[in-house]
Structure formats: C-alpha cells, structure tokens
C-alpha cells in the first residue's frame, strides 16, 4: 500500500508553460481513483512527477511520507521499483517473448532465475496470460498486449499502480476487463491511479474521481457519489 500526497505543487517547464498548477489532493493507502480531464490537462505530467521522471517546480510530492524532491540519483531505482506503470502504447519489445518482456525489470533488478521464474509466470498467470508465454507481443491482440504491460508493472509487486490512458485504445468490452484486473490488485491493498478521459467507463464504476482542467484541480467526486 502506498500514500501519495501533492502538496501545492506545480510544474513549469522552459518557454513559460505551466503543465501544472497549485495542486493539491492525496490517494490514500489501498484506494483506487481516476484521475480525468482533457488532452493537455496535466495528467501525464502529474503521473511522471510520482514516478520521478520529472520533479515539481514548487511544491512537494510525498509518497509514504517521503519527498521525493530529496531523494538521490542512488535512491531513485528504488522509488520507482515500488511503483508499476501503465502505458497507453504498452511499450512492449515485439523481438522478446512475453514471459521476457515481463522479466525485463527483475532481470534489471539483478534477481536470480529462480525467482525471476517465480514472480514472472505468477504476474502472467494473473492477467490470463501464462500459456502464452512463449509467443511474441505481436502475434497477441491489443487487450492481450495491455495485459503483458499490466503483468509487467506487477511483477515487483509495487505498492503503487499508475496507469497512464490504459484503455485508450480498447472497445468498452476489452476496457472493462483491464478496468477489472486493476480492481483486483486494488482488492489485494494496492493503491491504483488511473488517468482517463475514457468518460462512459469511468462514470459506471463506482470509484473516486479527480478532475484537471488546464493544470488546475477542477473537482474531485468521492466513491460512491456522481
């Protein structure tokens, strides 16, 4: 489980755009939120500051207490091994397998095969995808690709999922079921921020809601209220 807090932050890169601006909201340990607005809103930017990619202008970004302004070159590998990501795009090695596109990050982190072995066929036997493990990412449909990504970002077993347009390219019915492999990691304690402008599927789970508009906090819907 993870905490994440932004407190007034805000992002400005050069030539004067404010990506980012006086933000301010938390994702409590074990909790699950969309994070919505429109193109150009700031989601993005907003998940690249939790995941250190980018770091904030003014303001603090705290995770489990910890600013991760402070954080060293040395400490940053750590961060991000407790946060699985996303993408919209997959970014999938199509000359890998499955089962190694998966293993990339363990095998970064220097696990032994033993284990590497272990926590791969379980993150893909997760997702539905364990007696596909052999093939390559391009032989697979796009919600099977979406999966290896999901299987990927899990297979550290991260306190924090984010999860970056992660429908985008899916029908409602593919969307559906990825929004529900997102919801059992949830069950399990992990804490689980979705950016969406995906509007329908949103509004039909019964999750919180926080809203950007041109890099402000538009509003935010609690669970449970529409």
């Given at each position: 489980?993870a905490h994440?807090?932004?407190?007034?932050?805000?992002?400005?890169?050069?030539?004067?755009?404010?990506?980012?601006?006086?933000?301010?909201?938390?994702?409590?340990?074990?909790?699950?939120?969309?994070?919505?607005?429109?193109?150009?809103?700031?989601?993005?930017?907003?998940?690249?500051?939790?995941?250190?990619?980018?770091?904030?202008?003014?303001?603090?970004?705290?995770?489990?207490?910890?600013?991760?302004?402070?954080?060293?070159?040395?400490?940053?590998?750590?961060?991000?091994?407790?946060?699985?990501?996303?993408?919209?795009?997959?970014?999938?090695?199509?000359?890998?397998?499955?089962?190694?596109?998966?293993?990339?990050?363990?095998?970064?982190?220097?696990?032994?095969?033993?284990?590497?072995?272990?926590?791969?066929?379980?993150?893909l036997d997760?997702?539905?995808?364990?007696?596909?493990?052999?093939?390559?990412?391009?032989?697979?449909?796009?919600?099977?690709?979406?999966?290896?990504?999901?299987?990927?970002?899990?297979?550290?077993?991260p306190s924090?999922?984010?999860?970056?347009?992660?429908?985008?390219?899916?029908?409602?019915?593919?969307?559906?079921?990825?929004?529900?492999?997102?919801?059992?990691?949830?069950?399990?304690?992990?804490?689980?921020?979705?950016?969406?402008?995906?509007?329908?599927?949103?509004?039909?789970?019964?999750?919180?809601?926080?809203?950007?508009?041109?890099?402000?906090?538009?509003?935010?819907?609690?669970?449970?209220?529409?």
């Amino acid at each position: 489980m993870a905490h994440v807090r932004f407190d007034n932050v805000s992002k400005s890169y050069p030539g004067g755009h404010h990506a980012l601006s006086g933000v301010n909201f938390e994702i409590n340990q074990g909790e699950i939120a969309f994070l919505t607005g429109h193109s150009g809103a700031g989601k993005s930017t907003l998940l690249k500051l939790i995941m250190l990619m980018e770091k904030a202008t003014q303001g603090q970004v705290l995770v489990d207490g910890v600013n991760l302004s402070r954080l060293g070159n040395s400490q940053i590998p750590y961060h991000r091994r407790r946060v699985g990501v996303v993408f919209q795009n997959h970014q999938l090695l199509f000359d890998r397998s499955v089962f190694e596109n998966v293993a990339l990050p363990l095998r970064i982190s220097g696990y032994s095969s033993r284990d590497l072995e272990r926590r791969v066929r379980a993150a893909l036997d997760k997702v539905g995808l364990l007696k596909k493990e052999k093939q390559s990412p391009i032989e697979l449909s796009g919600g099977e690709q979406q999966r290896i990504g999901i299987a990927r970002a899990v297979v550290n077993k991260p306190s924090l999922i984010l999860a970056d347009e992660p429908t985008g390219n899916l029908d409602p019915t593919l969307s559906a079921e990825i929004m529900r492999l997102f919801e059992q990691f949830n069950d399990v304690g992990v804490s689980v921020l979705i950016a969406s402008h995906d509007l329908p599927l949103i509004d039909r789970l019964d999750h919180r809601v926080i809203g950007l508009k041109d890099g402000r906090l538009l509003n935010e819907r609690p669970a449970g209220g529409l």
